[in-house]
């Protein structure tokens, strides 16, 4: 059969052509956004100069990327610190699902209206061919920041004016111009009370604000993808239970079981858990800082855990000289 005889094809030509939009109206997609779920956007031409280190990336996702929504979704803040971190963990798998089922929900609205979207991942999956290197396609702070949605605080995460740290972040790319766009706001919502650097188990934020992502990664992310190639080492390489139980013990094996088939499983965040930042959180430290050292970061500290620290790194003693309920666990 010729193509043009295709009934598809066929009825492509009888169809009476859309016009497509080149330019989406500001006041519109925020309500959409709004309506869809999220708690706060912003919109980021792909032009602007904040985007330079990401553009090839981007435009290699989707190559007619125009505009961005950069959206946030607002987390529980008392599940996120307590101390039983299975809280802390049903939040952020909760969230996740959240923000899917708020981007799809957007998506559809703008295919509706002939404008064409796509959502990279707002955590994971992730391109894992690029492993261990950049392995996600949009890094959402930066956009977000550019979208007026908040600046990036001492622990590096990002610090909504209103809802504090306590916000899970997304992107959207479009094919279309937005008739208005967004400017990072003025201030910077963190107050320096450093109370991120007196929680962090691992020494990953310093005091003078370098990050040592790897310190970070190798604790928080043991049970995930941080420790993952590590335990299928410890399987591989152990030639009877009670080898593999020295390198793992049950606990250990529980953890990695759980956070395959539930998601969730991060080690840490303490960092997000303990930030006063932001007009909602903000009275509930300036208004009894006594209150706030006990209930919310003493129990924290004081948790009895394991922390990971890769072999070699200076963290052993400081673990040991700062958090004297934790445990060191050496990994490679
Ligand atoms: C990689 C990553 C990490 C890494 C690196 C963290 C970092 N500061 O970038 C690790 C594993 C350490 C990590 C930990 C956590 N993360 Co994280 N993470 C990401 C991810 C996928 C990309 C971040 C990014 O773009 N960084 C680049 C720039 C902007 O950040 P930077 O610090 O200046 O850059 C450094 C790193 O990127 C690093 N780097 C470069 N290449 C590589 C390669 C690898 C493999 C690694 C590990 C690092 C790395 O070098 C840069 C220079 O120092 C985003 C999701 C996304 N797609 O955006 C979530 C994200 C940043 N994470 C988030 C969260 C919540 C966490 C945790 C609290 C974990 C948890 N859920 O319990 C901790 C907090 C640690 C902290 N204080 O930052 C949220 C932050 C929300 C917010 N309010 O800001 C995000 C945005 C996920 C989301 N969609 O909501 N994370
Ligand atoms: S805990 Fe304090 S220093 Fe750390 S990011 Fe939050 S406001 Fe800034
Ligand atoms: S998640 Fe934990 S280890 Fe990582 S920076 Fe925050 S407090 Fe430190």
New binding site residues.
């Given amino acids: 059969m010729k193509i043009e005889e295709h009934p598809t094809v066929k009825k492509y030509h009888l169809t009476e052509k859309r016009t497509l939009p080149n330019m989406v109206d500001y006041s519109w997609l925020r309500e959409i956004t709004l309506e869809a779920g999220a708690d706060d956007v912003g919109f980021v031409e792909i032009d602007r100069e904040e985007l330079n280190d990401q553009r090839t990336d981007i435009l290699k996702a989707f190559p007619t990327t125009k505009s961005l929504i950069s959206y946030v979704c607002h987390l529980n803040r008392p599940q996120l610190q307590s101390c039983d971190r299975s809280l802390a963990d049903v939040e952020f798998v909760a969230i996740e699902f959240e923000m899917k089922k708020i981007s799809r929900t957007i998506v559809k609205a703008l295919r509706k209206n002939g404008i064409g979207a796509v959502v990279p991942s707002e955590n994971f999956p992730m391109d894992m061919l690029k492993w261990p290197g950049k392995m996600w396609t949009v890094s959402h702070k930066p956009v977000a920041v550019a979208a007026g949605l908040g600046k990036i605080g001492h622990?590096r995460l990002l610090i909504h004016p209103v809802f504090g740290n306590y916000i899970s972040i997304g992107t959207m790319l479009l094919d279309v111009v937005i008739s208005k766009y967004n400017q990072p706001i003025e201030f910077n919502p963190c107050i320096e009370c450093k109370l991120?650097v007196s929680?962090?188990?691992?020494g990953?934020?310093s005091r003078s604000g370098e990050f040592e992502f790897f310190?970070?990664l190798a604790?928080?992310y043991r049970d995930r993808l941080g420790g993952f190639l590590n335990w299928t080492e410890a399987i591989v390489t152990s030639t009877s239970m009670s080898e593999y139980r020295q390198k793992r013990n049950d606990s250990e094996s529980m953890a990695v079981w759980q956070s395959l088939t539930h998601g969730g499983g991060y080690r840490?965040?303490?960092?997000?858990s303990v930030c006063p930042a932001g007009e909602e959180t903000i009275g509930s430290y300036v208004d009894d800082k006594n209150w706030y050292i006990s209930s919310v970061i003493k129990p924290l500290q004081d948790r009895s855990e394991p922390v990971y620290v890769i072999n070699g790194v200076d963290g052993e003693t400081s673990v040991k000289k700062r958090f004297p309920n934790k445990s060191v666990r050496l990994v490679d």
């Fill in positions: 622990h991120c929680v962090c188990p691992t990953a934020i310190s970070c604790h928080t840490c965040g303490y960092c997000m």
